[in-house]
Every structure is written in C-alpha cells, then in structure tokens.
C-alpha cells in the first residue's frame, strides 16, 4: 500500500536569501550560498497515527545521504563543511535554532536560547540549558562559545599571523571568514568562566545575526589535547596568546577523520545531540551508524540504530524497494516519481523545495557572451530562445502542477513580496520564446553562427533534457548549443573552474538568510563564478549588509533584482520539487524545504 501526499510551499519569511555550504547529497547538484549556516514539525507523517518517541527506542532505520564519504566530527573546516557531513553531524551537534520544515526560523532549543538586548549597538544575549553537557558529563560553558569565536580568526589572531608569517590570514581553517562573526564581534563573546551564558556586540548592523551563533565544539578537548585545563585555555586566548592559539589551531585543524573507517576516541569526538558515534560503527564507503547519546539531557530518540548509508543517487531507489534503506531524498524527476509509484510498502511525499534551478551567463573575456564579443545583444538573444516555460510545462510541471517559471532570485513565488518584486524588476519579456527577436539581436551582435557552450555536473538527465530543449530551441534562431555537461564541470581544473563554457546550469539550495546573495552578485562575492560587476549592485548589497530594516531589504533587493534583469546576469527557471519516500510504518518523517533535508527531524522518528 502506498500513500502519497502533496503539499504547497510555505514562505519562510519577507525576504528569503540562500546559504552555500557545498553540492547537497540528493543528485541535484545544486550549491548552497555562503554564509553562516546553521531544524517542530507539523502534518506530513507518514502513518496514519501520531508517531511518539517516548520510551525506549526501538528498532533501525537506514537513510542514505549519497555517495560522498563521512570526513569526520569536525564540520567546520574548509575540506569538511559540506551538506553530506552536516547531515551526520547535525543529529550530534544542537545549536541554539534551526530551520522547521516549511522554512521557517525557530529560537530556542534543548541546547538554550537567546535576545537582542539592543538593537544599537547590535547586542545579543546567549543562555545555556544548565543541563547541557557534552557526551561524557563536561557542562557546556561560555568557555566553549569562546574557543568558537577565536577560531573564526579574529583581528588579533590575524595581526600574529602576519608578524609570525609575514601574511595576513586566517589561523585557524574556518569556513566562514573572518568578517562574518570574528571581526565584527570585536571582543568575543563577553563572559566568564563557567557561565552559562554571554553576551556578543556587533560593531555594525548584521541582518543574519540570529544564524551567527549555534553548537559549539568542546574546548575542554582540545585543552587537554594541550595540556591545559578548559579554563586555563579560556584565559590564554581572552589575554591573546598567540603561541597558545598556534597549538590549538594544529589541534582544531586536524580535528576530523583522515582515514575513512576509523573514529577516533569518544573523549575526543564528544556528542552533544541526541545522537552519538556507535564505536566501531564506520565502515568506509558504505554506512556509518549512530546510537543514542547516553548523556543527552533532551527527549530520547525514537530509534535504537540511525544508519547513514552511502549510496550513490542512481542507486537510491533500488535500495529503498530492496530495503537496504528506509529513508530516500531523491532528484525530484518524473522518472524518480513513476519508479517509487510502482513500488509496494512505501510512503510517498512530495512538494516544493527552496531550491532552484538557473541559467548563469559567463561574462568572462573567452565567452561568446562576454562584452568583448557578443555582449548585451547576445545574452538578449540567448533569452528570447530559452524556452522557459516549456522547460517547466514538460520536466517539472509533472512532478509538481502548481510550478511556475521563477522570475526573482532572492524571493520565492510564495514570499508574500514575489509579485510586488517581480512587477517592479521585470517587464516579461523573456516570458515567451520570440525567435524572430533573437535572430535581429544575433545579427546585432556581430558573431556570425554563434556557439554557446552550456555546462552542468553530470550525468543528470533532466539537466541534459533542459539542454536538449534549448538546443532545439534556440537552434531556430541560429545559435547552436553545446551540451558541454560532464562529472567535472564544477571541479577544481574543470570547465567552471577555468572559464571554458559560456553558460552554466545548476541550482543554488537555500535556506532563509538574508545576505548571502552577496556571495554571488557582487563583486568581491566568493561565489561569483562569472566574472559579473556591477557598481550598483555592490552599493545596494551594502545596503542589505549593514541594516536590520526590512523595508531597507526589500527596497534593496527590489534594485538588485532590476539591475540583474535589465543587464541579463542570467535566468532564473524553476523551484525544484522534491520527493521523500520512505518504507511504511515508519512514522515522523517530514520534508524540510531547506538544505537541511528530510533528516532534520531524524530524532524523532520511530516505528
């Protein structure tokens, strides 16, 4: 028996913006916007009785976060943060928020809470649990927050690189810069030892601020790793001992799983979740398992064993039928849909996602698109023969009959601002194919019998279907289209990487920050694949950057929007949808539209 249910996009707030972590493990390829990322659920279930994690926990359950192996506890370093880790480590690591399944933004959980106690200057207030602890019994304390913050490279740990090294940069390999918390929260967080709480202050507006703080790592391991006491570190690092701090950025920045299979100790790999490492419970390549945390002081997991398997996307729906799994995020594909439908025993739910797919123009000086060669009038032209809407009416309209083309990029169709936006931004005109206009525009050009070589991460057949479209398409208007789509276009050395492609297509995940834009649109923006500029973008993301008034957001965004149209930055398509399907009679599963995916609630499910 199967049951399949639907549901419609909740907006997750006024101004939705997107977060970057790396390539999300569901096949979609999509990539997550910069920034600080950091999950109670509602109706979707997937029995027809409330499910319940009181009691003892029973059974196993098996999902499968793809093919990437597990890199270990520490997710916080450059060659770790990614969304396929964080799904192992978010079920071991409780932050202080999380976003719920329709998006939205939730303070307060078993780990503590926090207040703006002043807007000006921007001052946060952080409160402990007084029964949080980490795996083992060691309270979680101010001291921890700390540690979080200096290995975020502060000004004074930048300053003793530079007179160590003779280069300023970071210390410690964090993956957020140093200008997002380090820098701007000038004396860290304000505390004393053993306190369970503290205070940050802000030298200047940040529209993210409730994303900045979350779990911290246990400093009283990386303090014996020194041979010191939580305290004695805390006080080395609160006077600025950079010798100290050089010992303690070679312990933190090692402080994963170089070899796949083997955990190290639990002393050192403390959990403070609901979930722990299950010793011995790593086999490289294929699983690694997770039991309670015995020292949890929240409600218990409904579950005895949460496996994590690794298994690759095209593999995923022959190991749910087979029961290998019991849990599946999939592509959100036709195919996926009529494959899961023609299974017994499972639970199907589909829906919107916060993901969505766009077509990138390359505006580097080797590109046809490039001001130096085709411009303004070739990008217009490549437009007018995108078939936009026929994409959507043919590879996702079927999955999902409410989908729309997408015309924004910071706002989604159900954010109560998207048409206002939408009406002030963007005049339609690339609504519907107009050949005859994109012919008059290539000639204008000046490049006789245009090539555009349009690139994604392969093999992915609705990508490759997209591309296929718009060959056919644009073919008409004398623009031939290379599918130049391969397993290395976003690699380092590959085509993305070294600018060889006039187009790219794939998918940024998102997840309710507000600046993370940034990343892509401006300038300096680590993200910014494409080589774009563009003054008034940069003037208005400053805008957003440095207030907490909404109005200013929307204000700002509503600009940015127009410019990104008016000089064609690229296209926006669609909001991907997407499909969880799980074996029947496991209760609590529930679709999350953030990059958090089904698992943000793996606690709670239970047989």
Not at 132 to 137: E, L, N, P, R
Not at 420 to 437: M, P, T
């Amino acid at each position: 028996m199967k049951r399949r249910r639907t549901y419609s996009l909740v907006a997750a707030s006024a101004a939705v913006a997107l977060v970057l972590s790396a390539c999300t493990t569901g096949g979609d390829d999509e990539e997550t916007k910069s920034g600080d990322d950091t999950n109670t659920s509602s109706e979707e279930n997937g029995g027809d009785d409330e499910g319940s994690t009181d009691g003892a926990p029973e059974g196993t359950v098996s999902f499968t976060t793809g093919g990437d192996e597990y890199a270990g506890y520490n997710n916080l370093l450059s060659s770790t943060y990614s969304t396929g880790n964080s799904v192992v480590n978010d079920r071991m690591m409780t932050g202080f928020g999380y976003f719920d399944a329709s998006g939205e933004w939730v303070n307060g959980t078993d780990l503590g809470s926090y207040e703006m106690v002043s807007e000006d200057p921007l001052t946060v207030e952080y409160t402990i649990n007084e029964e949080a602890v980490y795996q083992g019994g060691t309270t979680i304390t101010c001291e921890d927050y700390y540690m979080d913050w200096v290995t975020q490279n502060p000004q004074w740990i930048l300053d003793g690189q530079e007179e160590a090294t003779g280069e300023a940069g970071p210390l410690f390999d964090h993956v957020s810069g140093s200008d997002t918390y380090a820098i701007p929260v000038a004396a860290g967080p304000d505390c004393e030892a053993g306190d369970r709480s503290f205070t940050i202050e802000y030298s200047e507006p940040n529209p993210d601020w409730e994303l900045v703080v979350s779990g911290a790592l246990p400093s009283h391991v990386m303090a014996e790793k020194l041979g010191m006491s939580k305290e004695e570190l805390f006080e080395a690092l609160k006077n600025e001992d950079f010798e100290v701090a050089q010992k303690l950025a070679e312990e933190w920045n090692n402080w994963y799983s170089p070899n796949p299979g083997e955990l190290p100790p639990i002393e050192e790999t403390p959990s403070f979740g609901p979930f722990t490492y299950l010793e011995g419970g790593w086999e490289a390549g294929q699983y690694i398992t997770l039991v309670p945390n015995p020292d949890w002081w929240g409600e218990a997991p409904g579950v005895e064993e949460l496996v994590f398997r690794m298994i690759a996307p095209e593999g995923q729906l022959q190991a749910l039928d087979n029961q290998d799994v019991n849990v599946i995020e999939p592509q959100g594909t036709q195919d996926a849909l009529d494959t899961l439908e023609g299974m017994s025993g499972i639970v199907i739910l589909t829906g919107p996602t916060m993901i969505w797919e766009h077509v990138d123009y390359n505006w580097a000086e080797g590109s046809v698109f490039s001001d130096a060669n085709g411009g303004f009038e070739l990008r217009e032209a490549f437009a007018y023969c995108v078939p936009r809407e026929e994409i959507v009416e043919k590879l996702v309209r079927p999955l999902d009959e409410e989908t729309e083309v997408l015309n924004l990029r910071e706002y989604f169709p159900s954010d109560p601002n998207y048409d206002a936006v939408v009406e002030q931004a963007y005049d339609g005109r690339y609504d519907e194919v107009d050949i005859e206009k994109a012919k008059e525009l290539v000639e204008a050009s000046g490049v006789e019998n245009p090539t555009v070589r349009l690139g994604y991460s392969a093999p992915n057949q609705r990508r490759a279907d997209t591309v296929a479209l718009i060959q056919s398409s644009c073919a008409e208007a004398g623009i031939t289209v290379e599918d130049i789509g391969s397993s290395d276009f976003f690699a380092p050395g590959g085509a993305l990487d070294t600018g060889n492609y006039d187009a790219a297509l794939f998918a940024w995940s998102g997840s309710g920050q507000i600046v993370s834009g940034a990343n892509i649109y401006t300038t300096t923006g680590q993200q910014n694949y494409h080589a774009w500029s563009n003054e008034t973008v940069d003037e208005q993301w400053n805008r957003v950057q440095t207030s907490l008034d909404e109005e200013v957001w929307l204000e700002a965004k509503t600009e940015i929007e127009t410019v990104l149209w008016d000089e064609l930055f690229g296209l926006p398509l669609y909001v991907h949808p997407g499909i969880v399907a799980h074996t029947e009679g496991l209760q609590n599963v529930e679709r999350n539209l953030t990059q958090s995916g089904v698992v943000w609630n793996a606690e709670e499910w239970t047989w």
